[in-house]
T-cell receptor, first 115, second 109 residues
Framework: GAGVSQSPSNKVTEKGKDVELRCDPI?????LYWYRQSLGQGLEFLIY????????KSGLPSDRFSAERTGGSVSTLTIQRTQQEDSAVYLC?????????????FGPGTRLTVL | GQQLNQSPQSMFIQEGEDVSMNCTSS?????WLWYKQDPGEGPVLLIA?????ELTSNGRLTAQFGITRKDSFLNISASIPSDVGIYFC?????????FGAGTILRVKS
């Protein structure tokens, strides 16, 4: 399909392990966003990428979280030494440019459970 | 940081009834957005508001951008069962969206 895709859809891991979450944005979209949605909460901004500019990492909750975007397309969010409080749905969104927020399309999310 | 207070937290209404929910903030936002999220899916944009005082409709949905730029409401008229889901308001601050905690809508048919 032509939408934002994320993998895996579900991930169960043990406390202390590292996890990688993948996002494939819509082709041609230069802006990519990661959000975290905890149970019963709104979406919490984590990081965004715009073209070749340095990413805005201001929402990352700790240095255990990092993200990359290779070739201006696919992005990977990595959580090192996972903790139980990292359990949440991680959502990725993309838009044609960072300014076109009204065209920010979300993927289905990855549900992360840390045991 | 910026926070949005969204209310009510949840609603359980009869099919055919009108629904109203709102968001307020102590901060000024230049854009307000309303999203709907179905189970297992990402949020989908319903309405975008760009100007203080703006009133915009999308089918049975109507949303307004408060004149103080610190609040917005969303109305759904004549609710139907497929309106169930979580509705989020979001305010644009710089290039980032700040989201409310959501309103869970349940409709009795």
């Amino acid at each position: 399909g032509a939408g934002v895709s994320q993998s895996p859809s579900n991930k169960v891991t043990e406390k202390g392990k590292d996890v990688e979450l993948r996002c494939d944005p819509i082709s041609g979209h230069t802006a990519l966003y990661w959000y975290r949605q905890s149970l019963g909460q709104g979406l919490e901004f984590l990081i965004y990428f715009q073209g070749n500019s340095a990413p805005d990492k201001s929402g990352l909750p700790s240095d255990r979280f990092s993200a990359e975007r290779t070739g201006g397309s696919v992005s990977t969010l990595t959580i090192q030494r996972t903790q139980q409080e990292d359990s949440a749905v991680y959502l990725c969104a993309s838009s044609r440019t960072a300014g076109q927020y009204n065209e920010q399309f979300f993927g289905p999310g990855t549900r992360l459970t840390v045991l | 940081g910026q926070q949005l207070n969204q209310s009510p937290q949840s609603m359980f209404i009869q099919e055919g009834e009108d629904v109203s929910m709102n968001c307020t903030s102590s901060s000024i936002f230049n854009t307000w957005l309303w999203y709907k999220q179905d189970p297992g899916e990402g949020p989908v944009l319903l309405i975008a508001l760009y100007k203080a005082g703006e009133l915009t409709s999308n089918g049975r949905l109507t949303a307004q951008f408060g004149i103080t730029r610190k609040d917005s409401f969303l109305n759904i008229s004549a609710s139907i069962p497929s309106d169930v889901g979580i509705y989020f308001c979001a305010g644009l601050y710089g290039n980032k969206l700040v989201f409310g905690a959501g309103t869970i809508l349940r409709v009795k048919s």
